[in-house]
């Protein structure tokens, strides 16, 4: 199959989700045409060969195409009206079936059913599912915008879509050839084909063959939106990995010490391990480091949970030795003077009941390059131990899922 190249232009990311047969004629036509699609797939609608949906097969043979296979729960479930438990079950489930199928991870985008527009998604389950997948998507509402910028540097982590039916194909139209002529990059779903809510078989084939004539790629969602979180390896699933391209390091004094252990802020949390620092004496430190790339004048939260495991001397930790602090660097790597911004103790005021969140705003300066994102622990008299986890550092509209 001919690849379509990188024209600098537009680009249409074109999902179908559910477990529609019409993914196999929507493949076909894509192939035919050296188009890429995303199924977003809902394992328990599979396999129902009264209603004629798709079979597993069918899932190897768009991956083998160089389509992407995406999850999109395991029962299309209303995620915002089921436990923190049961959420767990739906994000879980379809990663681990698909990823059985296509192999181990390919399976990084996630789509909510029914979306904001029906109630079926809330900050909660923002932030229990986002270590979990690289990239989340929503049903656009009717004031959102689904024109997204094609190259950034802070790619969306939660992107609108538009849904299409017959009623909007020439919206559609307009936005494929809105890609023709700017750099932009336009989410569009549907399920079916000929049925309602949905575009015509005669529909789909419009708008392709206007993409395949003015030279606009439809591309994957992987493919359009990077995997962008600012911190790598946010939840220290990955282990202390010390050399990366972000700058990641442990650093410490002879008595103190950086090490994964397996614990959780909550068990519906993703991943299952934290980072432990520990030190032994009031000559000790350890903390990690992380340098992110950043914006002149971005506006960002850190967050993120902490919590005390043994402390010798528990007015000192709370006073200011376990500590959250953003430092910003200028072009020749010198710290800038007063932008720091530090936040003691990260434990709140009370240590003894376990796992605490703390939030922190952070505005760059003008001269702003790079900044330092540290959480650590430092000189504590007769030495403490205490863990961090799930850690948030994104610009401020983005939320705040620490
Ligand atoms: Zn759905």
Redesign the pocket.
Known sequence: MQRLTDTGRGAIVLPM??AYAAMRTGTNWMNARGQNGTF?I?PGLMNDVSTIKIVDQDLIDFHNAGHEIAA?SKT?ANMSLITAAERTVEYDYPKTYLENLIGAGTVTTWAY?FGTGSSGRNLACDQQLYLGYDRWLDMAMTTNSVVYPRYSDTPPLLINRLAWSATNQAQILTLVRKAATSAVVVPILF?NLDTAVNPTRANVLEMLDLAVALGVPLITTQEAFPASRSLLNPGFENGLDGVDPTGRHAITAANGKCSVVTDTPAPEYQGTKALELSTTDNAGYAYIRQQVQFLPGRQDTFSGQCKAVSVSNAGNLIADKAFVRIQSLDYGQAVIAGLDVKMTPALGKDIGAGWKKFTLDFTAGQSTKTVNVDVGLQATVGGAVIRFDHLWFEPKYLGDLG
């Open positions: 989700d559910d977003y809902t999109h299309h059913p399920h």
